[in-house]
């Protein structure tokens, strides 16, 4: 069965500075992975989608994230932060071995980044 | 904007009551998800609906229902409420299978 784990339930940078947001997932077959980032009172939106093509993939907004197999990650960065970025960050694994629904997304519990002046 | 439209935005409703939620998908997208968010159980995928037909089940309580009409809207039907079911609900759409979500603004539900 999939799973996601996102390591920091919150992190916090100063504007200009790099973004780390660590995401580790367990999955029986290749995954899809996804990044998704909710602002406050709106809906999630996709920043980014892992399909087994090109490990590292680049996202809207600057953002990019690193496919590790040996590692089982799938960690959203981004050189340099922007306030606008403050958000709350998803990492969503697809249940891709159950007929391959993308209803079947598994989210992680999310990361709220924020970001100081 | 993502071109899913839920409504209503908010809705506050008592215990024991029925509330139905409306999605409408972005123009071509065939399939409609529901997802519930709360602050102790995170996302939770509740229903997939592709072109009127249900694909996939999640989360989702005997007490809810949900169905797509043939211009692809989706309602989403909370009956028996409970403090509990006190969430944001989220409707997304795609166009198939592998296509990304696009996610509405959400219906915020209050029970009292």
């Known amino acids: 069965a999939q799973s996601v784990t996102q390591l920091d339930s919150h992190v916090s940078v100063s504007e200009g500075t790099p973004v780390l947001l660590r995401c580790n997932y367990s999955s029986s077959y290749s995954p899809s992975l996804f990044w998704y980032v909710q602002h406050p009172n709106k809906g999630l939106q996709l920043l980014l989608k892992?399909?087994?093509?090109?490990?590292l993939v680049k996202g809207i907004n600057g953002f990019e994230a690193e496919f590790k197999k040996s590692e089982t990650s799938f960690h959203l960065t981004k050189p340099s932060a922007h306030m606008s970025d403050a958000a709350e960050y998803f990492c969503?694994?697809?249940?891709?071995?159950?007929?391959?629904?993308?209803?079947?997304?598994?989210f992680g519990k999310g990361t709220k980044l924020s970001v100081k002046p | 904007d993502s071109g899913v439209t839920q409504t209503p935005k908010h809705l506050i409703t008592a215990t024991g009551q029925r509330v139905t939620l409306r999605c409408s998908p972005r123009s071509g997208d065939l399939s409609v998800y529901w997802y519930q968010q709360s602050l102790d159980q995170g996302l939770q995928f509740l229903i997939q609906?592709?072109?009127?037909?249900?694909?996939a089940k999640g989360n989702i309580l005997e007490r809810f229902s949900a169905q797509q009409f043939p211009d692809l809207h989706s309602e989403l039907n909370l009956s028996s409420l409970e403090l509990g079911d006190s969430a944001l609900y989220f409707c997304a759409s795609s166009v198939g299978q592998d296509s990304p979500l696009h996610f509405g603004n959400g219906t915020r539900l209050t029970v009292t």
């Open positions: 969503v694994v697809s249940q891709k071995d159950y007929g391959g629904s993308q209803g079947n997304l598994i």
């Open positions: 609906y592709y072109n009127g037909e249900e694909r």
């Open positions: 892992y399909t087994s093509a090109a490990t």
